[in-house]
């Protein structure tokens, strides 16, 4: 019957490897870890099998590293605003502004200057009549 032994360092390697913390884990004579998982489920896990799972979790963490590296190297410009877009409040539904514009609701245009209509346009139109003669 071989030998088990369980050693704190394979409790850390679970950890890293299987993000669990196990109920009980067992290293076999011949490199074999058996783990039992919180659930219940038993494990068992060859040498070459955790080299490979080792070397996924260095390389995902390796990657995560150098993500962070970047983002901290090049940070937005201080000075940089939002874009007007993403500053600006959304757009009122096509339905509510048709019915604005039907109700006689006359607002500027930002861009042109020029009234959208309604009753407060005409009196715009008679007044600046007014004013050129």
Do not use: C, W, Y
Request: charged share 30%.
């Amino acid at each position: 019957m071989s030998e088990k032994r369980t050693l704190e360092s394979d409790r850390k390697l679970i950890k890293v490897l299987f993000e669990i913390e196990p109920l009980d884990f067992a290293r076999r004579d011949d490199g074999t870890l058996v783990i039992i998982h919180p659930d219940g489920k038993k494990t068992t896990h060859t040498p070459e099998e955790l080299d490979q799972l080792s070397n996924a979790v260095l390389a995902r963490r390796s990657a995560a590293m150098l993500r962070e590296a970047q983002r901290q190297s090049n940070p937005p410009p201080a000075g940089k605003k939002p874009s007007a877009a993403a500053s600006r409040p959304p757009a009122a539904p096509a339905s509510e502004r048709a019915s604005r514009e039907a109700s006689g609701d006359a607002r500027l245009s930002a861009a042109s200057g020029r009234s959208t209509g309604g009753p407060t346009a005409a009196k715009e139109a008679a007044d600046a009549g007014a004013d050129g003669e």
